[in-house]
């Protein structure tokens, strides 16, 4: 039989768990994971780029457990895990780091975007973040790494790293690809659909967070900007604040766009915007309660999250071991 492929991906605790990770990271991983021996963790390492109360921080990483498996991931079929946890990801991208080039950490667009989002903090952390990601994915020789397209970047230069180190020290990676929705790759924030959903974001109406209340998810549907026109069409250009609606009613309803066009052929946006934030109520309300209930059973979320890391570290660890011996390491 043949062997099944590998599947990484992660997402940090520094935020509540908004529409557009769900739409563009983990429906793919619940869909996906049937098929694929499958790695997803919380990366509570990267949170730390950016500033984080200590006692969110913790809070929100178990939320994002209880999340991550009320959304479907069955903590017995997947390797479900705490980055922290698994200390062979703090000791590869150390390794890293030294086959990581200053010039092309420069290139990042994250990296530019946050060092002038958080001016006050440009830490060497934010800047070396590839290095730490191009480590989560490599420790587990990763096929494929299903995230939102913000993310492509940083896989390539995964990609680019994993190259020249396997250049220098033969086979010792295998070479990862991006796994990018055709439909909700971006979801845009409802109030300036020019900028991408961030759970960072300051505005939190133009943020759907997938614990949030279905009258608050209302609001900010029927308050998402639009346009002077009344029809919905797809239009990502001239038609952002629409487009962006029709994507998310899109990956929740299973429709197409042109299916959806015809829906709402002759109907005005007050009609359509309500249509939208009643699609994702009802495509996020199993999840709420289902995380609600998970969330209560402490002890059940610590023995998912300690044979987690158990299972990962066993893996990641026969990875260092042998980058450790073919960067000339005398071994213990
Ligand atoms: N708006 C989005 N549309 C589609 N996919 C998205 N993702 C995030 N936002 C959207 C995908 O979800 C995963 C989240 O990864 P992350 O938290 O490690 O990184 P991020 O992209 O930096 O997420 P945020 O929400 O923007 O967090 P902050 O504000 O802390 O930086 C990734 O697969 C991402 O592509």
Redesign the pocket.
């Known amino acids: 039989m043949e062997e099944r492929k590998t599947i990484l991906?992660?997402?940090?605790p520094?935020?509540e768990l908004?529409?557009?990770?769900y739409?563009?990271?983990?429906k793919n991983w619940v869909s996906l994971s049937k098929d694929y021996n499958c790695y997803y963790c919380i990366?509570d390492m990267?949170?730390i780029t950016?500033r984080q109360n200590p006692a969110s921080l913790r809070r929100r990483t178990l939320e994002q457990l209880a999340q991550y498996i009320a959304c479907g991931l069955d903590p017995e079929e997947n390797t479900i895990f705490i980055q922290s946890h698994v200390s062979a990801h703090a000791e590869l991208a150390w390794v890293l780091d030294c086959y990581t080039m200053f010039g092309e950490l420069s290139r990042m667009t994250?990296f530019k975007d946050?060092s002038a989002k958080y001016a006050d903090n440009i830490n060497a952390g934010l800047f070396t973040y590839p290095a730490l990601m191009a480590a989560d994915i490599l420790l587990y020789q990763a096929d494929l790494v299903?995230?939102?397209?913000?993310?492509k970047q940083h896989i390539e230069i995964t990609r680019d790293i994993a190259h020249r180190f396997n250049g220098i020290y033969g086979d010792v990676f295998k070479i990862p690809e991006p796994y990018i929705p055709e439909v909700?790759?971006?979801?845009?924030s409802l109030t300036s659909p020019e900028n991408?959903?961030?759970?960072?974001?300051k505005d939190s109406g133009g943020c759907i967070y997938i614990m949030q209340k279905p009258e608050d998810i209302m609001r900010s549907f029927k308050r998402a900007v639009t346009d002077s026109e009344t029809c919905v069409r797809y239009d990502p250009e001239k038609k952002p604040g629409i487009s962006n609606l029709m994507t998310i009613y899109s990956v929740a309803t299973g429709k197409s766009f042109d299916e959806i066009e015809k829906e709402f052929d002759g109907k005005g946006y007050g009609d359509f915007k309500p249509a939208v934030g009643e699609a994702v109520v009802e495509m996020l309300r199993p999840i709420r309660e289902e995380a609600e209930r998970i969330l209560k059973d402490k002890a059940y979320l610590e023995k998912v999250y300690r044979n987690g890391a158990e299972k990962a570290a066993y893996t990641a660890n026969k990875t260092l071991r042998k980058v450790y011996k073919k960067v000339g390491f005398v071994q213990k």
């Open positions: 991906s992660g997402i940090q520094s935020g908004t529409l557009g990770s739409l563009g990271a983990i990366v990267h949170a950016v994250q946050k299903p995230v939102g397209i913000d993310q909700g790759a971006k979801i845009m991408k959903m961030s759970k960072s974001d």
